[in-house]
């Protein structure tokens, strides 16, 4: 499969189409700045190979505008079969679709399904494997799913390449072959495996270690020097570009044009700083001005008003106190009235007491009978509460019946969207015709459409039967029967055979309810504080006794009344007194507060104006007007200087930093001087040693080394493993299945780091220590540039064994080479140039400078044209 062009429309900023076309073969290359939406196109390449047209989930989302709306993705494929376009959209109307040259091949899930096996039909798909999205160049990484479908997509890859291996033979062969290698392999090892002391392995072993040991020292002091050449380059380079004359002449000019313009602007804002002093003491002598007048006007006023005032209140003052003595004969009066009233209301409560005491004697049998009758109606009220309480716990709840609702509708929604799917036929019936046609349900009606979603007879009156089959569209929707299957399972647990069985015995429920709720009432109302406490009331009822001497009850009643009306009479009118010679004593003190108050007003009105002296108001209104006019004067000279305001912040801030460019470039230059004669004089040391020579020559007799302790090692690593042949034909055949990788992978490791190997995980399938030099690194220690190159070569690699097991897929980068330096970028270019061959290649990026010497196919993402 191989991509041609893609079309984005309402996905993220893209709210209106946008396309990529014109995609080749080999390395194509889409360099844009950032926000530009390169990102956006890889999210959008996902979705559409990985997220179902019905999904929902956080990546999708992701994927509409900020304003909504439904996003969709369009891809034209090519394969061995031909071109294709692929379309996607989610949320509203979703759907999927594949045409081929315009005609439509598979929608929604045969769509998905086609889709699917285009990738090799695992979930996983090739991203898991060579597409690299920006921020995720590492290996491993991203969710636990994504790292397990990435795991799966790697040993399927395994699987495929390693289906030629070969099953290891045993048995009698084994242990011949075990028998003929004891003596040779004791040559080299003792029994534990171990290199015998004096024998050829030891000896190749303790050369290969002096050799290694002097080529690292040798190779350490190289790269030092090589470090230093190009630090002293770059030192060099940097000192030239702060020295030039014209850079020097031109910071110097800049910081002459901030310092001048800064100085006119300190100068403008001083005469600014004396207008505005100038305004403010005319704005001070015009509201003193205005003041002076307005106290003397309000002066005035206030002592007219004052003396006014305080002649009304002294008037007020007088009436009050009359009031007061007037309140204080008249609760005198009503207190005397009340005693009189409550010693007559004590012979009233004493007389209708003992008159009680006797009524009580004789109303006690007729309680204790009342209260027997209470009792045993509300112990029969409890009663029927149990019961109804009892039935209504057997029959189904509200939540039971709610869930036979929604099942039978989602039956009913089933049924119907079966229905009109499926094949219908609508009877006509000619004029006056006496006969009819008849379904499962009865006869059909004159124009309505009868669905027939599966097998169907109808009866003709006088003709016979007609049987329809829809055909192989029809009867294939099993909704239907699911849903009958749930709400008969609903029905079963409830034990009712039918929906309408289940409402009567809930409709039951309720009205059992209802009656235990009735029951509960009565017995509420006849008994509130509960049975035990009638029976208690019962028991405290005291037995009859014998009164004699009583007055009538209601004789003494109406003269208990008379006395009480009579004394609360008295009660109110004292009160009523009291309440009024305290209002008296309270109007009375606030007149003569109220008067106090103005005299001193007054008092204080004339103090105020005589302050004033011989001012008149003519005076200070001819001074306020005045003072008026010089503020105004001020105003408009401080406006006509403020027009030319330069910006002061602006030109602080501009000189600022002419003065921290001077300064950084003086430091920088400080500290270069120094820096290369330091660089010069290490160079110049390592260079009259001949390291890179001396290097050289130990390199090639620790090649010669190593391929002997190679030779005689594999020897001894042969005949060791004939002894356990059998327990590690797994593993032999498992490390058989790196092979085609490591193959694939030595060429392009090379290009960067030559003999350099890579060691694989057991379970992971993924490299585990990168070989260099002769020493071993594990993945996660190298640094950031170097892991996201090996990662790229591996996925490299991945991309061609995939390839040649059939599943062509292209490899898609986003910003996969963000921590490699200016000169390893190009031995990676080189990389992906020797991939490319018929694979297709497509780098998204944003360092549009350093990408240029990539080549390939430019690719733009553009609006499309109407």
């Given at each position: 499969m191989k991509i041609r062009a893609i079309t984005l429309n309402n996905v993220r900023r893209f709210t209106d189409p946008a396309q990529v076309t014109g995609i080749g073969d080999g390395i194509n290359v889409l360099s844009e700045p950032n926000e530009h939406g390169k990102s956006t196109l890889f999210d959008a390449i996902q979705a559409l190979f990985f997220k179902p047209f019905g999904s929902r989930d956080k990546e999708v989302s992701a994927l509409r505008p900020h304003a909504g709306g439904a996003p969709e993705v369009t891809i034209e494929v090519e394969t061995e079969a031909g071109r294709f376009a692929l379309h996607k959209r989610w949320f509203q109307k979703p759907l999927a679709t594949v045409h081929r040259e315009g005609k439509l091949i598979a929608q929604a899930d045969e769509a998905e399904a086609w889709i699917a096996q285009l990738l090799g039909g695992d979930a996983g798909g090739p991203s898991g494997l060579i597409w690299v999205r920006q921020g995720m160049t590492a290996l491993t990484g991203g969710s636990t799913k994504e790292e397990k479908l990435a795991l799966e997509a790697r040993r399927d890859l395994m699987t495929s390449v390693g289906a030629e291996v070969e099953a290891m033979t045993g048995g009698r062969r084994m242990d011949k072959a075990l028998a003929q290698c004891r003596e040779e392999l004791a040559q080299y090892a003792t029994s534990t495996g171990r290199p015998r002391t004096g024998g050829p392995w030891k000896e190749a072993q303790d050369q290969v270690e002096a050799l290694t040991a002097t080529r690292d020292q040798l190779a350490a002091t190289a790269r030092a020097l090589q470090d230093a050449l190009a630090e002293r380059q770059r030192a060099r380079r940097a000192l030239a570009e702060l020295e030039a004359p014209e850079v020097v002449a031109e910071r110097r000019e800049k910081l002459e044009a901030a310092r001048a313009a800064h100085a006119a602007a300190t100068r403008h804002a001083e005469e600014m700083e004396a207008l505005s002093r100038a305004v403010e003491l005319a704005r001070l002598n015009a509201e003193s001005a205005t003041s002076r007048l307005d106290s003397y006007r309000a002066g005035e006023a206030e002592q007219k008003a004052a003396r006014r005032a305080e002649a009304a209140a002294r008037e007020a003052a007088e009436a009050a106190r009359a009031a007061l003595s007037d309140r204080r004969a008249t609760l005198e009066a009503a207190e005397a009235a009340a005693a009189e009233a409550r010693t007559a209301l004590k012979a009233a409560e004493d007389d209708h007491r003992h008159a009680l005491r006797a009524r009580a004697a004789r109303d006690g049998a007729d309680r204790r009978q009342a209260l027997e009758a209470r009792i045993k109606e509300a112990e029969d009220a409890r009663r029927r509460m149990e019961s109804a309480a009892a039935a209504a716990k057997s029959d189904p709840d509200a939540a039971a019946l709610q869930r036979l609702e929604r099942l039978s509708a989602e039956l009913s929604a089933s049924r119907a969207a079966r229905d009109a799917a499926a094949p219908q036929v609508t009877v006509r019936y000619a004029p006056n015709q006496s006969g009819a046609i008849h379904g499962d349900d009865g006869p059909l009606a004159d124009g309505t459409p009868l669905p027939l979603p599966r097998r169907t007879i109808l009866r003709i009156d006088g003709i016979g039967e007609l049987e329809v089959e829809p055909g192989a569209g029809g009867g294939k929707d099993g909704s239907v029967d699911a849903a009958a299957t749930r709400l008969q399972t609903a029905l079963?647990?409830?034990?009712?055979?039918?929906?309408?069985?289940?409402?009567?015995?809930?409709?039951?429920?309720?009205?059992?309810?209802?009656?235990?709720?009735?029951?509960?009432?009565?017995?509420?109302?006849?008994?509130?504080?509960?049975?035990?406490?009638?029976?208690?009331?019962?028991?405290?009822?005291?037995?009859?006794?014998?009164?004699?001497?009583?007055?009538?009850?209601?004789?003494?009643?109406?003269?208990?009344?008379?006395?009480?009306?009579?004394?609360?009479?008295?009660?109110?009118?004292?009160?009523?007194?009291?309440?009024?010679?305290?209002?008296?004593?309270?109007?009375?003190?606030?007149?003569?507060?109220?008067?106090?108050?103005?005299?001193?007003?007054?008092?204080?009105?004339?103090?105020?104006?005589?302050?004033?002296?011989?001012?008149?108001?003519?005076?200070?209104?001819?001074?306020?007007?005045?003072?008026?006019?010089?503020?105004?004067?001020?105003?408009?000279?401080?406006?006509?200087?403020?027009?030319?305001?330069?910006?002061?912040?602006?030109?602080?801030?501009?000189?600022?930093?002419?003065?921290?460019?001077?300064?950084?470039?003086?430091?920088?230059?400080?500290?270069?001087?120094?820096?290369?004669?330091?660089?010069?004089?290490?160079?110049?040391?390592?260079?009259?040693?001949?390291?890179?020579?001396?290097?050289?020559?130990?390199?090639?007799?620790?090649?010669?080394?190593?391929?002997?302790?190679?030779?005689?090692?594999?020897?001894?690593?042969?005949?060791?493993?004939?002894?356990?042949?059998?327990?590690?034909?797994?593993?032999?055949?498992?490390?058989?299945?790196?092979?085609?990788?490591?193959?694939?992978?030595?060429?392009?490791?090379?290009?960067?780091?030559?003999?350099?190997?890579?060691?694989?995980?057991?379970?992971?399938?993924?490299?585990?220590?990168?070989?260099?030099?002769?020493?071993?690194?594990?993945?996660?220690?190298?640094?950031?540039?170097?892991?996201?190159q090996v990662a790229l070569l591996v996925r490299l690699a991945f991309a061609r064994m995939l390839a040649r097991a059939g599943r062509i897929a292209p490899v898609i980068l986003d910003d996969a080479l963000v921590f490699t330096d200016d000169d390893r970028i190009e031995r990676m270019f080189d990389a992906l140039h020797r991939q490319a061959g018929d694979m297709q290649i497509i780098v998204l990026t944003c360092r549009q400078r350093a990408f240029r010497a990539l080549g390939g196919q430019a690719l733009r993402l553009q609006a499309v044209v109407p």
């Open positions: 079963d647990e409830i034990g009712a055979a039918d929906l309408a069985q289940a409402r009567a015995a809930g409709a039951a429920r309720v009205e059992a309810a209802a009656r235990q709720g009735e029951a509960k009432a009565v017995l509420a109302s006849l008994a509130p504080d509960g049975i035990d406490a009638l029976h208690q009331a019962l028991a405290a009822i005291p037995a009859p006794e014998e009164v004699s001497g009583a007055p009538d009850l209601a004789q003494a009643e109406d003269a208990l009344q008379t006395a009480q009306a009579a004394h609360e009479r008295c009660r109110i009118a004292r009160e009523t007194a009291a309440e009024a010679l305290a209002d008296a004593k309270a109007e009375a003190a606030g007149k003569e507060a109220q008067l106090a108050s103005l005299s001193d007003r007054l008092q204080r009105a004339e103090a105020q104006q005589a302050k004033l002296g011989d001012a008149t108001e003519e005076n200070l209104a001819a001074q306020t007007v005045t003072t008026a006019a010089a503020l105004e004067a001020a105003r408009l000279a401080h406006a006509e200087k403020a027009k030319d305001a330069p910006d002061a912040a602006s030109l602080q801030a501009a000189l600022t930093r002419a003065e921290s460019v001077e300064t950084q470039a003086r430091e920088e230059i400080a500290r270069l001087h120094p820096l290369l004669a330091r660089l010069s004089e290490r160079i110049t040391r390592a260079s009259g040693d001949a390291v890179e020579e001396r290097l050289a020559e130990t390199e090639d007799q620790l090649q010669a080394a190593e391929a002997a302790l190679a030779r005689i090692a594999h020897e001894v690593a042969v005949l060791s493993r004939l002894q356990e042949a059998l327990q590690d034909a797994r593993n032999e055949a498992r490390e058989r299945y790196f092979t085609p990788i490591v193959k694939e992978l030595k060429p392009l490791l090379q290009l960067l780091w030559p003999d350099a190997e890579l060691t694989w995980g057991e379970e992971s399938l993924l490299p585990h220590a990168l070989i260099r030099e002769g020493r071993e690194e594990p993945i996660e220690v190298l640094s950031g540039g170097t892991q996201e």
